[in-house]
C-alpha cells in the first residue's frame, strides 16, 4: 500500500507516538493535543520522548523487522517461497519499484525516526535540558544522535551509491537536522554520500562522548546506547567506507589485546561461550544493542515484520512462523567448510523428504506475536570487523586477523583451527573473513551491506540472475512519495 510522506505531520506523529511506559499518569498528556513546551515540561515526559526514539527505531517496518529481513533478502542466502510482493518478493527479485511497498515503507519510517530525533535534540535545547539537568540531558541528547546516525546510516546502504563508487560523491540522501514541526519544509536536495557518512560519524563521535560507559542492569546495556555502542557502530561505518586505519583505531577502544579479546573498558562486552546463548538470553555481554520485543501490544514488530514468521517453517513443518524464504541449497549452506559439527548448523531446520526437502533458518524461535530480540550489531562483528581492517590495512597474513578469525569459528567449531600457514596470501584470509561473517550474521541483516561496501555482483539466486554494481536496482530506487513531494529530491 502506498503511503504519502507529508512532513509537516511528522512533529504531530511524533508526539502522538510516544512510548506507552514512563507516561505521567499524575498529569497526562491528551493525545490529541500536545504542546511542544508541555512535552517537555517535565522529567518524566522528557524521558519518555527519549525511549519513544527507541521505539521509532524498533518499529517492524524499520529495525524491528523489515531493515533487517531487506538485507537478507537481496542477497544469495534465501529463496522466496510466497511470492508475496507484501512480504518483499520484488525485494529479493531485486526488481522494486520507486512505489514499491519496501521502498515507500523503509524511506518513511526511516525518516520519522530522524524526525523524531531531531524534534527531541531540539526540544531538550528549548528548555528540556534544564528540566532534567545539565548531566542527564548530555544523556539522552547522546542516545538521540546515536539514533540518528544509524537510521542514516541505514538509509544509504538501500537508496544510495556506496562509497566505493567515488569514494563518496554520488548523491546519498537528504541530511535534515531540524525537527520538522509545520508546512514548507519538504523541499530538500540530496546531499553526497560523503557528507552524509560526515554527518552519522559526528553523531557517533558525540554520542560517545556524551554517552555513559554502562548501565545498572544488563537489560539496559543491551538495549539502550552506551559508549561501547557507539565505538561499535563507528567500526560498521568506517568498514563500510573501507576507512581500515580508522576501522582499528575504534575498534582497539574496546577489543581486548589477546583472546579472549573481553572489551577492556566500559560494559564487558565479550563472545559468549555458546552461540546458541545469544539467541536465548538476549541481554548477554555479546548483545551490543538489540531491539527488544514483548508480548504487549504496540510492543512487538507487527503483521509481517516478523524475523521469525518469515524464515522460520510454517506449524505443519515444525516451524513457528509462515515460511516465506527457505534458505539457498546453494548458498552458504552448502559451503564445505562450515563443518556438520559446527554448533551454527543448529540454526538450521530441515523439512520434507526427497524432492520435497527445504531447509530454513530458525535462528530465531519466538512464536507469534515473535518476541525475539532482533540484533542491531554483536561483539562477534566488532571482531570481525577488526580483522578484516587489519587484513587489508597491512595487505599480509596479519597474525591478530587470524587470532580474531579463530575466536569467532572455535567458538562454534571448535575442531577448526586456521593458522598462518592455511592462507596463502592476504586476499585468501580476506575472504575467509568474509566467509565467516556470512556463516555467523545468517538472517542479521548484515550480507547487503557486505556486498555494496565491496561493490561485489550480487550473486544469482534461484530464478533471479545475478546484478552487477552497473545494473539498475543494485541499489533501490528513491520513494516515489519523496519525490511527489519534494521538488529538490531526485531519482537514482
Partial sequence: MKKNINYSVLFCLFLLGVSSCNRDLLNPIP?????????????????????????????????????????????EEFI????????????????????????????????????????????????????????????????????????????????????????????????????????GQSNLARSTVSEVYTQILKD????????????????????????????????????????????????????????????PTGVANQLQADIATVFTNYTTTESILSMPMTITTGDSPGTQNQLAYYYSPNTANGGVGNGEYSLNTKGIIAEPTWTTTDKRRSFVKQSGTGSTVKNWLVKYKAPSPFTD????????????????????????????????????????????????????????????????????????GLRNNDLMRLLQTIPAKGTVPAKTPLEPNYIWPISSSELALNNLATDN
Fill in 80 to 183: 522466496n517461497e510466497t511470492s508475496n510482493l507484501v512480504t518483499g518478493s520484488d525485494v529479493w527479485n531485486l526488481n522494486a519499484t520507486n512505489s514499491a511497498t519496501a521502498v515507500v515503507n523503509l524511506w518513511y519510517y526511516a525518516y520519522l525516526t530522524i524526525n523524531k530525533c531531531n524534534v527531541f535534540i531540539d526540544g531538550m535545547a528549548a528548555g528540556g535540558s534544564t528540566v532534567v539537568g545539565a548531566d542527564a540531558a548530555a544523556k539522552y541528547i547522546a542516545e538521540a544522535k546515536l539514533i540518528r546516525g544509524l537510521t542514516y546510516y541505514s538509509l544509504l546502504q538501500y537508496y544510495a551509491r556506496p562509497y566505493a563508487d567515488g569514494n563518496g560523491s554520488k548523491p546519498g540522501v537528504q541530511l535534515r537536522l531540524n525537527g520538522i514541526k509545520g508546512v
Fill in 373 to 444: 530480540y532482533v540484533p542491531v550489531i554483536r561483539y562477534s562483528e566488532v571482531l570481525l570487523n577488526l580483522a578484516e581492517a587489519r587484513v587489508r590495512s597491512t595487505n599480509t597474513v596479519d597474525a591478530q586477523a587470524v587470532a580474531l578469525l579463530n575466536a569467532i569459528r572455535n567458538r562454534s567449531d571448535a575442531a577448526t583451527t586456521f593458522t598462518a600457514a592455511s592462507f596463502a596470501a592476504s586476499t585468501d584470509l580476506a575472504s575467509a573473513i568474509l566467509l565467516e561473517r556470512r556463516i555467523e550474521f545468517l538472517g542479521e
Fill in 31 to 75: 493525545q490529541t493535543s500536545v504542546s511542544d513546551a508541555s512535552a517537555f515540561s517535565t522529567t518524566t515526559r522528557v524521558q519518555t520522548q527519549l525511549l519513544s526514539l527507541y521505539g521509532a527505531l524498533k518499529d517492524g517496518n524499520f529495525y524491528g523487522g523489515r531493515y533487517v529481513i531487506y538485507g537478507d533478502i537481496r542477497g
Fill in 204 to 263: 557517533l563521535n558525540d554520542a560517545e562522548t556524551g554517552l555513559p560507559s554502562t548501565y545498572a542492569t544488563a537489560s539496559d546495556n543491551t538495549t539502550r546506547a552506551h559508549k561501547n555502542t557507539a565505538i561499535a557502530l563507528k567500526t560498521r561505518v568506517y568498514l563500510t567506507m573501507q576507512n581500515y586505519a580508522s576501522v582499528i583505531t575504534e575498534a582497539n577502544k574496546i577489543v581486548g589485546a589477546t583472546a579472549p579479546f573481553k572489551a
